[in-house]
């Protein structure tokens, strides 16, 4: 088992990006280490030899100079099917059950949350509108990195316009650049009516 963990190890940046390429792609940013521990603990739970059998399994891929494995291209389809299956157990468990407190030593989740965390058991929650402030944040970012916004910039927006951080909580560099952000918005006027 030693080996396997050593090549889990050896691999988990490499696999790591695939996951964080999955979260973009599938609007779940901020949990891809999440998506890919989860998938590392169920395939822990495989039996040895059948993990070794895949590990010894080299295929004629070279990722840093090294010939992937069985057990590679494995993980990358569990990664695959846990970020866009709903009944998967990373969608189903995970995201399902968002931690909202810990006290006590007891865990506290909300029972339905959708990806991008607005709480469908909620009354006012309106799925339309969540669906369109989605696609107007993704298109807002999109925009900012099209016009020359580097990947701060992308944070400062995610954390301030989606997450919801007062601007007062943000340091002085990050309000500056969080204007700027704002000025661009404005001036190029794409809004939440806009299509």
């Keep these: 088992m ?5 090549y889990i190890a050896y ?8 996951a964080r390429h999955m979260s973009r792609v599938h609007h779940f940013e901020g949990w891809e280490e999440d998506l890919l521990n ?11 030899a059948k993990l070794q059998e895949m590990l010894d399994a080299h295929t004629a891929k070279l990722v840093n100079g090294t010939p992937t494995t069985e057990l590679d291209k ?19 468990n995970t995201l399902g059950n968002k931690v909202i407190s810990r006290t006590d030593g007891k865990i506290t989740t ?4 959708t990806l991008n965390g607005y709480d469908t058991t909620d009354e006012d929650y309106d799925i339309d509108l969540n ?13 900012l990195r099209v016009n020359g916004f580097n990947s701060d ?15 007062e909580q943000l340091t002085e560099i990050q309000q500056a650049a969080l204007q700027n952000i704002k000025q661009f918005l404005i001036n190029s006027k794409k809004t939440l009516l806009d299509d």
């Design 153 to 167: 910039a992308v944070q400062i927006y995610r954390v301030h316009f989606v997450s919801g951080t007062p601007a």
């Design 131 to 143: 669906n369109r402030l989605d696609r107007m944040h993704d298109t807002n970012i999109r925009r």
């Design 38 to 48: 989860d998938v590392i603990c169920d395939l822990l739970s495989k039996p040895e």
């Design 2 to 6: 030693s080996t396997i963990r050593s």
């Design 110 to 113: 909300a029972q339905k949350t």
């Design 11 to 18: 691999r988990y940046q490499n696999w790591l990006d695939y």
């Design 74 to 92: 494995f993980v990358l389809k569990m990664l695959n099917m846990n970020a866009t299956s709903q009944v998967a157990p990373f969608r189903k």
